[in-house]
């Protein structure tokens, strides 16, 4: 079959069944197909920018029909680019951003293509809230399909454990519900199991009472004060996994104001820690970090709730940087491995590289590992490698340091397994989404089967339909 023939012919009707379709050439097309990751540049067929689920069904219809495969942009943010594809036809959300919230059932209906900034927008007017990420233009779909970790992890857990429902778009075009009691296969496999099983056009998120102001602490280290205080950071979590959502991020300050100018250009390390109860209370219980050593600047304090969530923004803007990310789930945290990671964070060969430890635990692990796609939660903590750089010529080396500094974390890991929604530019995606869905992993390939049997949704950590 000449596929670009047919589709020629074919585009044609998909112009006439859905609002907007971009195509090479059209004003708007390489906006459409940009993502956060400035080394992507892939061009898709076409770029179906959504409105309703019925646009949704009209691309994915067109595609199926056509043989061309599917690739879906929620908020871009997916360090692999999976949102777009060379000659995919895109299923762009970026249009459904609309946030509807029923404050009475402590409910929030977010349509697939909405950021978090849009749900703790609309959320927050309630003085409610659902666990979303650490940076506020990430999508809602791709950061919740795969898991979801944020601050509120630890007393309310991850995005997909406080997902109640499910709207979606299957390759045969069907609009489904999955929960708890309808398409229950499906309802497990979309939490945790990534973009594999259809386009989510509605996500039903619990909220939870946070804030409006809650306590967080940001004192900012330099890397010189060395593994002492992220070893008392760890010691002090030991029974405060339930309460804290932490982080230790290591970064280089940028010349800016709000830093003082003699620490410009320095390697640091935030001891950054929400507590999302009665801000006294927190204020009370997170003093010990803030004496874990002499920070160069302190942005420690009770503040929004809001402003937490955007408060690293401007740290890593969209489309402006190269980027390669990997984590790993640690299996402890002692001296040696923390040693490891603050000597790989002293000389990274971009000072734009982000680094983090993240801690586990409380709500997070209460859930069993069957009870999700996502697997196994006994993992106590979590490290990222974010490399961050500005120009091609950079790339081998950042990737190469990148991938040295993730190796030598093996033998710490836990079983080899990662967090799914950093996990590189896809190249280990099969042995890494095997190791990290563990015994979950034959269930998802079944249900695969059954809503995607030929795999039309495969630009994601893709699961192979089962046979
Ligand atoms: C700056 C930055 C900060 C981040 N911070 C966090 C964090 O704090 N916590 C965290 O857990 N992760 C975080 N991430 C990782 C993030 O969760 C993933 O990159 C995720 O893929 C982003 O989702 P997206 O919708 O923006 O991505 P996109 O690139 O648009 O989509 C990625 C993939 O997700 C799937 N997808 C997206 N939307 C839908 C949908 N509605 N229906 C079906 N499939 C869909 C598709 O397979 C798509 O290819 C961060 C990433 C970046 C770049």
Request: a negative charge; one cysteine or more.
């Amino acid at each position: 079959m000449d596929i670009v023939a047919d589709s020629a012919v074919g585009l044609e009707a998909l112009r006439g069944a859905v609002r907007e379709v971009l195509v090479a050439g059209d004003p708007g097309y390489d906006e459409a197909r940009a993502v956060w990751n400035a080394m992507i540049d892939r061009r898709p067929l076409a770029i179906v920018r959504c409105r309703s689920t019925a646009d949704v069904v009209a691309a994915v219809t067109f595609a199926r029909e056509h043989g061309l495969p599917v690739s879906v942009r929620g908020g871009g943010h997916n360090v692999a680019g999976h949102a777009v594809a060379d000659g995919a036809v895109t299923v762009d959300l970026s249009q459904m951003n609309a946030v509807r919230v029923d404050a009475e059932r402590s409910r929030a209906f977010v349509q697939g293509g909405a950021t978090w900034a849009a749900v703790d927008r609309a959320t927050q007017a309630f003085g409610l809230a659902t666990p979303g990420g650490l940076i506020s233009d990430t999508g809602v779909g791709g950061l919740t399909l795969s898991g979801g970790i944020g601050w509120l992890r630890s007393r309310h857990g991850l995005a997909i454990d406080n997902l109640v429902s499910a709207q979606v778009v299957t390759a045969d075009g069907r609009v489904v519900r999955a929960h708890a009691t309808a398409n229950e296969d499906l309802f497990w496999a979309l939490r945790g199991g990534g973009g594999n099983f259809g386009v989510v056009t509605e996500f039903e998120f619990a909220l939870h009472r946070v804030g409006p102001t809650v306590m967080f602490a940001a004192p900012i280290l330099p890397i010189e004060a060395g593994a002492g205080p992220i070893r008392a950071w760890r010691d002090f979590l030991a029974d405060k996994h339930s309460d804290v959502g932490s982080l230790i991020e290591f970064s280089t300050v940028p010349e800016s104001p709000d830093y003082p100018e003699a620490a410009w250009g320095r390697r640091v390390y935030t001891v950054a820690a929400l507590y999302a109860g009665d801000p006294d209370e927190g204020e009370a219980l997170l003093r010990p970090l803030l004496e874990l050593g002499e920070p160069i600047v302190d942005f420690t304090g009770k503040m929004a709730y809001r402003d937490v969530q955007q408060l690293f923004d401007a740290v890593i803007p969209f489309g402006k940087h190269r980027c390669y990310w990997k984590s790993r789930y640690l299996n402890g945290l002692d001296d040696e491995v923390i040693d490891l990671i603050v000597a790989g964070n002293e000389r990274p060969p971009s000072p734009n590289t982000l680094s983090s430890i993240w801690n586990f635990g409380g709500a997070t692990a209460a859930v069993d590992a069957a009870a999700t796609a996502f697997g196994d939660r006994s993992m106590p903590w979590m490290v990222s490698i974010d490399s961050i750089w500005d120009t091609p010529d950079q790339d081998d080396a950042n990737i190469a340091w990148t991938r040295a500094f993730w190796q030598r974390l093996e033998p710490y890991s836990d079983r080899g397994r990662i967090y799914l929604n950093f996990a590189g530019h896809g190249e280990d995606n099969d042995e890494l989404t095997r190791r990290t869905f563990g015994p979950n992993y034959e269930r998802l390939a079944e249900i695969k089967r059954r809503y995607d049997p030929t795999n039309l949704f495969r630009f994601n950590q893709n699961i192979r339909p089962g046979s």
